[in-house]
């Protein structure tokens, strides 16, 4: 449990700019691996599709179906891909330190899940946040748009504010939260129990870290669909005509 993380600081010699070169690298692969499976499974689209087609067309399925829940799907298939990409990078993020546990060296941690970082899930937050109010802006115009921050009258402006800034942080840090804690539960029982207890004991370890395993994976699953329906939710208050 006395991993560090591998940290970049001052990069580029700007004082305030910090990298964790753990979740940076984390982050690439996640991308990378969405994007092989995507390009595997639409290379040869055929009437007959495969099982892995077969596999991509339940996930987009799926997720139309979440879009199509929260809004109309005339203004929502225009989310559609949006729902996709976050749907399967964060599906994608949730298995990586689950599947294999932490990779470290040197007491340093290189391989975890890149949603076990706060800052990665709140830029996630706050890019669909951001997204939403272009969508809304676009849908409505300006003036139409930020006079419902006023409505029906003048003092729910802070209180519109407010919310803003926790449904930033609470769409991040949900996913964090939940994502952090399976990792870490997880060293806890491969570390203290398997590795620093008498070796008779290491067997007894197995069932609750493969028990324990399994519960992640489907917390990661859960935790990548509630944060689409979300973002589904958020963008249909914020380009639904009576905002």
């Known amino acids: 449990m006395n991993h560090e993380s591998p940290m970049w600081n001052d990069a580029f010699g700007i004082e305030w700019l910090d990298f964790n070169l ?27 599709p495969g099982k892995f087609q077969n596999l991509l067309e339940m996930i987009v399925d799926f997720v139309k179906g979440v879009v199509g829940g929260s809004m109309d799907w005339k203004t929502g298939k225009h989310f559609l891909p949006l729902g996709l990409t976050l749907f399967m990078y964060i599906l994608v993020s949730n298995m990586l330190g689950v599947i294999v546990m932490g990779v470290s060296s040197d007491h340093t941690l290189w391989w975890k899940s890149p949603t076990s970082d706060a800052v990665t899930t709140l830029t996630l937050s706050f890019m ?44 991040g840090l949900r996913l964090f939260g939940n994502i952090f804690a399976g990792e870490i539960l997880l060293s806890l029982i491969g570390e203290s129990l398997a590795f620093t207890a008498p070796p008779y004991t290491t067997i007894l370890a197995v069932i609750p870290m493969v028990a324990w395993q399994a519960f992640s994976l489907f917390i990661g699953a859960i935790q990548a669909y509630i944060f689409i329906v979300l973002t589904m939710v958020y963008l249909s208050h914020k380009v639904s005509k009576d905002h």
């Open 22 to 48: 753990s979740t940076s690298l984390m982050t690439i692969i996640s991308s990378i691996i969405v994007f092989i499976i995507c390009v595997m499974g639409s290379r040869r689209l055929q009437q007959r």
């Open 128 to 171: 669909v946040v951001l997204l939403a109010h272009f969508a809304g802006i676009r849908m409505h115009g300006m003036k139409h748009y930020l006079k419902g921050y006023v409505t029906p009258i003048p003092f729910m402006l802070p209180l519109n504010l407010i919310e803003e800034v926790a449904n930033v942080l609470t769409l």
